[in-house]
């Protein structure tokens, strides 16, 4: 981790440019490609199911929706759709996806949004808020979402996540008053991570915004990390050493540094410095790697946390300016 010292804003500047030029190898295994496009050909014949309940949200200015949509495995994954009430054209949408243990919370939380005239769908992912989850998993030890069948990349708990994801975006463009064309993929954390996912194995998104991802240079962010659901990882294999290669080799291909080279839509990472939890040099490896239109925001004195007014207002003006 960084700590700053007497020269100040000399030694900041040194850390980022070290930042900066991180270099890492991919370690994408050669059926990485093949394994995505077959889950996704799988997970789209499946039909969405999608339902929409009137949530009777008590601020006038917007109609609210319990949305339910059929996941990866038919496990009916639960959203928040919400839509301003007053909208004459196709409205642009922004897809949520929360972080760690979370969930989506209120339709308050997404007023800046609708006020403005975007849509908004905001999901539970699968296991967690409302969203339950249909899946077996042999590896459950732990009981914790990061280690779910981690032993077999055929089942393991992330490959579901950025697939429903993937999903909500079906969800989104199915609707008629939805423009297909200016669709933003965000979120933070475990959300972050998923949204630099799902940017990567869908290109209808036209902006992603991840901030303070996870699943990023996963080896290194193991080894640097201090807090978070990475260190669950940790305490599987200090229980199943013999399943060190296989659970690296199943990682790889739910790590964001080998599926961001599929990245094409526009996409800004944000990040601290002083994050124990997603530390900040994995996050750079995946964001040096990415080749498509990219910008970072970095906050030296900022642990995992961007609630900070400037980064909010700094968001808001983002997603305006590019959607």
């Not at 490609?33 to 996704?40: C, K, N, P, R, V």
């Not at 799988?42 to 008590?58: C, F, Q, S, V």
């Not at 080279?261 to 900040?280: A, N, V, Y």
């Given at each position: 981790?960084f700590?700053?010292g007497?020269k100040g804003?000399?030694?900041?500047?040194?850390t980022i440019e070290e930042?900066?030029?991180?270099?890492?190898e991919?370690?994408?295994?050669?059926?990485?490609?093949?394994?995505w496009s077959?889950?996704?050909?799988e997970a789209?014949?499946?039909?969405?199911?999608?339902?929409l309940?009137?949530?009777?949200?008590?601020i006038k200015q917007?109609?609210?929706?319990?949305?339910?949509?059929?996941?990866?495995d038919?496990t009916?994954?639960h959203?928040h759709?919400?839509?301003p009430?007053?909208h004459?054209?196709k409205?642009?949408?922004?897809l949520?996806f929360h972080?760690?243990s979370?969930?989506k919370?209120s339709?308050s939380?997404?007023?800046?949004?609708?006020?403005q005239?975007y849509a908004?769908?905001?999901?539970d992912?699968?296991g967690?808020?409302?969203s339950g989850?249909f899946s077996?998993?042999?590896?459950d030890?732990?009981?914790?979402w990061?280690?779910?069948g981690?032993?077999?990349?055929e089942e393991?708990?992330?490959?579901?996540?950025?697939?429903?994801?993937?999903?909500?975006?079906?969800?989104a463009c199915?609707?008629?008053?939805i423009?297909?064309d200016?669709?933003?993929v965000?979120?933070?954390s475990?959300?972050g991570?998923?949204t630099l996912a799902v940017?990567?194995?869908?290109?209808?998104?036209k902006?992603?915004i991840a901030?303070?991802?996870n699943?990023c240079d996963?080896?290194?962010?193991?080894?640097?990390?201090?807090?978070?659901?990475l260190?669950?990882v940790?305490?599987?294999?200090?229980?199943y050493?013999e399943h060190?290669e296989?659970?690296?080799?199943?990682?790889?291909?739910?790590?964001?540094?080998?599926?961001?080279?599929?990245i094409?839509?526009k996409?800004?990472?944000?990040?601290g410095?002083k994050?124990?939890?997603c530390?900040?040099?994995p996050?750079?490896?995946?964001y040096?790697?990415i080749t498509?239109?990219?910008?970072?925001?970095?906050?030296?004195f900022t642990?995992h946390d961007m609630?900070?007014?400037?980064?909010?207002?700094?968001?808001i003006?983002?997603?305006n300016e590019?959607?």
């Amino acid at each position: 981790m960084f700590y700053w010292g007497r020269k100040g804003v000399l030694h900041i500047k040194q850390t980022i440019e070290e930042l900066k030029s991180y270099q890492p190898e991919r370690t994408s295994k050669p059926d990485h490609h093949d394994f995505w496009s077959q889950t996704l050909s799988e997970a789209k014949k499946k039909p969405l199911r999608a339902k929409l309940t009137d949530l009777n949200y008590p601020i006038k200015q917007i109609t609210a929706y319990e949305l339910t949509y059929h996941g990866f495995d038919e496990t009916p994954i639960h959203a928040h759709y919400i839509l301003p009430k007053e909208h004459n054209e196709k409205l642009p949408c922004l897809l949520f996806f929360h972080g760690y243990s979370m969930s989506k919370h209120s339709v308050s939380n997404y007023m800046q949004w609708l006020i403005q005239g975007y849509a908004v769908i905001a999901v539970d992912c699968r296991g967690q808020g409302k969203s339950g989850d249909f899946s077996s998993y042999t590896s459950d030890s732990l009981g914790t979402w990061v280690t779910k069948g981690i032993l077999d990349k055929e089942e393991y708990y992330y490959r579901k996540v950025y697939t429903d994801g993937v999903r909500a975006i079906d969800f989104a463009c199915s609707r008629p008053e939805i423009d297909p064309d200016r669709i933003g993929v965000i979120g933070g954390s475990m959300g972050g991570g998923i949204t630099l996912a799902v940017a990567a194995l869908d290109d209808r998104p036209k902006l992603a915004i991840a901030d303070m991802p996870n699943m990023c240079d996963i080896p290194l962010a193991i080894e640097q990390k201090f807090e978070g659901s990475l260190t669950f990882v940790e305490k599987f294999l200090h229980q199943y050493p013999e399943h060190i290669e296989l659970v690296y080799e199943n990682l790889t291909y739910f790590d964001n540094l080998n599926l961001s080279e599929s990245i094409t839509c526009k996409t800004r990472i944000s990040q601290g410095l002083k994050d124990l939890i997603c530390p900040p040099m994995p996050a750079f490896g995946v964001y040096n790697l990415i080749t498509a239109p990219k910008s970072m925001e970095i906050y030296p004195f900022t642990a995992h946390d961007m609630s900070m007014v400037e980064h909010v207002d700094k968001t808001i003006e983002f997603v305006n300016e590019n959607l």
